[in-house]
Each structure stands twice: as structure tokens, then as C-alpha cells.
């Protein structure tokens, strides 16, 4: 589902944020990609969305090799590929409803499609009561779930999370870490960059752990501190 | 790729409504500037107008002698009417001319009586297709068999023409200066509408809207602002022409740059065409920027 083969990502200035990292993630798997601040997990998850182009290796998403993907198919690799941040990225000026709508609006779905789709899956993240609110009306936690809401309406292959639990209290993120357990469990794969030890401890699932830019572990059913 | 309608008209409207108040600045800014080219080529048009009533003025007069016979007088007007360049011609008589002579010193007898209708000399007052032409046309009948004296005022002549061709060519450029202006105006006001909203732009893209999906309703957000703009610039326009032409109907030199109704009716299509153009193509590039993927 996601290959990284020898990807070398440096910034201007010769910062290099990522050193020749391989990986292979297969379709279903749940991932941590762990480090701390700067260690490389958001330029990984960049790399993917082709937000950033590497400077050396060669990265597959869904079967695709995205260097031989032309800009204008950019937006198509996207629809294959939800998206969840730390900051959740709501539409500040749209409802919960429109904003999950949203996503399925500007793929191109049908009207029908979209009045039955969002209200399914807004009931599954456990909303169904705040379709017309905005979300500065919605805690923290809420609002992460509306975000979640609109990565995974159009069912993607993939899932990626940037610290999807960085603003939440503890319980907070418990709740969204089973939403993500539940999603992966339909078979999709989900990446989730983190530094919320409690959070990888507890699933115990397989671990990347990114360090400078070089991939230092990956473990099968890790936790957070495995070596550090 | 298909782009649905409705989604185009609901998201315009319902942007149009959440931002208004950078909607508001938009207009405002498109009205106002177009406001100022519209009168600026109004006014050229005015100019326009009046310097054709005064070339139309411009003519000549060819003096004959008073002892030239009926054949060259004949001769002369024959040609002047065969002559393309010449508009009209009046032939004022020995007669007419001593009476106009009479009317003009009525104050001074001693002077009136100076004269006799023999000694007067006939003319022919000749009206040319264009100003330029008076020369022309008084240079060929400077030497006729019978002809005394061929009258016009030359210099006044070139100075009018050089004047309005200074002034009209003066408010082309204001107008275009305003023009690029208003442009640049307008595109940056639609560029902070947009920067305003990257974080919008930035969302759309992340769950895969193609660049056109996001584009257009931006642009038609654009040409609703155009267009709104510069239907306010044309009735500002029209309602100070109205205004202005009123206020200077009986004044005689002032008459003649009234515009007609289709004049300022063409530059309204003019502006709202401009308005249209600058809203939707700026918008268009304005959010380009923040599409790079």
C-alpha cells in the first residue's frame, strides 16, 4: 500500500529531514510513526499527500509510484488518501454537516450519495446531534471527529494522522484512538505520526521510529521507549 | 470532470453572503474606480463633440474683385462646387456685402458712406469637410483670374486643432492610467479576499479538489463582484452626466459637449465589460497562487 524505498528529503539550507528511509506498509496495517520534534514525521507524511517531493528514493502510494504522477493527477492521489492533523483543518465558516459534505462535494459525488453518506458516517464517529453546528461551538475532541469524519466519508485506502491527539486531554484521545482502531479494522490503513507515549503503549501496534531523519526501529508490536 | 451547477451557484452565493464585508470592499473598490475611467471617457467623448461643432465652424472666404466679370465669378463657383473637400459655399453679393459693411459701422456715418455698393467686393464663404482643408483650398484660388483676396484664419485654425488633439489624446491617457489602476485595484483587493481564505483553499485541496474545481467558483465570485462594481461606476456615471448637462444646458459653449444617451449607455457596456473581465480573470490568478501544490 506504502513503499519507501532509500527517500532522502533535504529543506534548503541542507536540513536534512529525512536519511534514506525504506519502508513497506501493507494494506490494513496501523503504523506509529514515532520521534520527536523534528525527527521527520511530518515530512514523511508530506512526502506521501505529495506535498513535497523527495530528493532522492522513490515512494509508491496505492500502487502508485507518485513521482511519475503529473500534477494535475495530484488531486485523484489525494481522494485514495484521508487526512486527519493536530489542528483539525475545519472550514471555520461551514457547518459539522457541510463540512464532512464537503469532501464528498468536491470529488464529485451525487446529491444523493452525499445526503446518505454523511449522515452515516457522522453517527459513526458518534455526532449525529451536531450536524448544524459550527465548529468553534465543539470541543476539542469534537471537532477532531468531524475531521476524521471528512478524511474517512469517501472511504479512502489510507489514513494518515499528524499528531491527531497533539491538542486533546488523555480521555480525549482515547476515544479517537478506538475511532482509528475501528476504521482500521474495515480494512483501511492508517499511519499516524505521534509523540503521545500513552497513546502507542496502549495499541500496541507496529512502531516506526524516525530519529534525525534516519529510521532508527521498526517494530512489529512496539511501544513508544522501546530503546531510548 | 464535471462540475455540478448547483454547487457552483450555492458555494458563490454562500461566499459571496459569509464574506461580505470583503465582498463589500471588493464592489466598492470596482465601483469607484470604474467610476473614474467611466468619466474620464465620457469626457473625452464630450470634447470629442464639441471639437467637431467647432471645426465645423472653420470656412473660408474668397473675395472677388469688384470689376470681376460674371464669367470668372462663375468659374470660381463652379469649381468650388466640383471640389470634394468643400462641404458647402454662399455667395455673398455686392449688395449683400454693402449691406452687412453698413450694418457694421452703423455707429460711424462718415465711414458708411465711404463706400458704395460698386466699390464692394462679392465673396464666396466656403464651409470645407474638414478644418484641415481651409488651406488647401485657399491656396488654389489665391491666383484665379478676378479673385482679390482668399481670407482665413490660419493660425487660429492650427492652434484649435492642436489643442483638442493635446487635450484628446490627454484624456485617453488618464483614462488609461485610470484604468490600470482600477485593474490593479481591484485584483488586489480580490487578492486579499482570497489570502484571506487560503486556509479554505488549503483544506479543498488536501481531500482532492482539482485546481478548476476550486478556481471556479472563485471566479465567479469575481465576475458577480465585477459586475456589481461596475453597474454602480455606470450609475454614478449617468446620473452626474445627467447632473452636469443640466446644470450647463443654457450655457452656449458648454452645449456642445453634451454626450448622447447611447454614448454613455456604450461606455456603461464598456465598463461592466471591463468590470467583468478584471473580476473573473483576477480572481482566476489571484487564487492560482495558492494552488501550487
Redesign the interface.
Known amino acids: 500500500m506504502i513503499r519507501l524505498e532509500n527517500v532522502t528529503k533535504a529543506y534548503k539550507g541542507n536540513v536534512v529531514a529525512l536519511r534514506d528511509v525504506s519502508a513497506d506498509i501493507q494494506k490494513g496495517e496501523f503504523v506509529f510513526l514515532v520521534g520527536a520534534s523534528g525527527s521527520g514525521k511530518s515530512t514523511f507524511i508530506r512526502l506521501l ?3 513535497e517531493r523527495p530528493n532522492s528514493g522513490r515512494i509508491w502510494v496505492a500502487g502508485k509510484e507518485i513521482a511519475h504522477l503529473s ?2 493527477k ?6 485514495n488518501i484521508g ?1 486527519v492533523f493536530q489542528d483539525f ?5 461551514k457547518t459539522v454537516y457541510e463540512n464532512v459534505a ?2 464528498l ?4 459525488r451525487p446529491k444523493h450519495v452525499v445526503e446518505s453518506q454523511v449522515p452515516q458516517i457522522l453517527d459513526l464517529v458518534g455526532l449525529a446531534k451536531k450536524h448544524d453546528n459550527l465548529p468553534n461551538e465543539l470541543s476539542g475532541g469534537e471537532q477532531q471527529r468531524v475531521s476524521i469524519a ?1 478524511a474517512f466519508v469517501n472511504r479512502p485506502l489510507i489514513l494518515l494522522a499528524d499528531e491527531p491527539t497533539g491538542n486533546l486531554d488523555p480521555s480525549t484521545s482515547e476515544g479517537i484512538m478506538r475511532l482509528l482502531d475501528r476504521i482500521n479494522r474495515t480494512g483501511t490503513t492508517v499511519v499516524m505520526a505521534t509523540h503521545d507515549r500513552s497513546v502507542v503503549d496502549a495499541m500496541r501496534r507496529r512502531v516506526i521510529e524516525l530519529d534525525r531523519g534516519t529510521l532508527v526501529r521498526d517494530q512489529v508490536r512496539g511501544v513508544y521507549g522501546a530503546y531510548t | ?4 451547477l448547483d ?1 457552483v451557484a450555492r458555494e458563490t452565493f454562500h461566499n459571496l453572503k ?1 464574506n461580505f464585508l470583503m465582498t463589500s470592499a471588493a464592489v466598492l473598490t470596482v465601483a469607484v474606480s470604474l467610476a473614474l475611467v467611466g468619466g474620464a471617457l465620457l469626457l473625452k467623448r464630450g470634447v470629442d463633440k464639441a471639437t467637431l461643432q467647432w471645426r465645423g465652424g472653420v470656412e473660408l472666404s474668397i473675395f472677388m474683385k469688384p470689376d470681376s466679370s460674371a464669367t470668372e465669378s462663375d468659374a470660381v463657383e463652379r469649381e468650388l462646387r466640383a471640389m470634394p473637400e468643400v462641404k458647402r459655399i454662399k455667395y455673398v453679393s455686392q449688395q449683400a456685402a454693402h449691406r452687412e459693411f453698413q450694418e457694421m459701422f452703423k455707429n460711424s456715418p462718415d465711414f458708411q458712406e465711404s463706400l458704395t455698393v460698386d466699390q464692394m467686393p462679392p465673396s464666396y464663404r466656403v464651409v470645407p469637410q474638414q478644418a484641415e482643408q481651409v488651406e488647401l483650398i485657399g491656396e488654389r484660388f489665391k491666383a484665379r483670374a478676378g479673385v482679390e483676396e482668399v481670407v482665413y484664419a490660419k493660425d487660429q485654425i492650427k492652434a484649435l486643432l492642436k489643442f483638442t488633439r493635446i487635450l484628446q489624446l490627454m484624456l485617453w491617457a488618464v483614462a488609461l492610467v485610470l484604468l490600470l489602476a482600477a485593474s490593479m485595484l481591484i485584483l488586489n483587493t480580490i487578492r486579499m479576499a482570497i489570502f484571506a481564505r487560503r ?2 483553499v ?10 478548476w ?1 476550486i478556481r471556479i467558483p472563485f471566479m465567479f465570485e469575481g465576475l458577480f463582484q465585477g459586475i456589481a462594481g461596475a453597474a454602480a461606476a455606470f450609475g454614478v456615471v449617468w446620473i452626474l452626466r445627467n447632473f452636469a448637462q443640466h446644470a450647463v444646458r443654457n450655457v452656449e459653449l458648454f452645449r456642445q459637449f453634451a454626450v448622447s444617451t447611447t454614448d454613455v449607455a456604450s461606455t456603461g457596456v464598456f465598463l461592466v465589460f471591463v468590470g467583468a473581465m478584471v473580476g473573473a480573470v483576477g480572481s482566476a490568478f489571484a487564487v492560482t497562487r495558492f494552488l501550487d ?1
Open positions: 499527500l505529495k506535498e500534477n494535475w495530484v488531486p485523484y492521489l489525494r481522494r487526512c483543518k475545519l472550514l471555520p465558516n464537503f469532501a462535494e468536491v470529488i464529485g471528512r | 470532470m464535471a462540475i455540478k454547487y459569509r486556509r479554505e488549503a483544506v479543498m485541496k488536501l481531500v482532492g479538489a482539482t485546481n474545481f501544490v
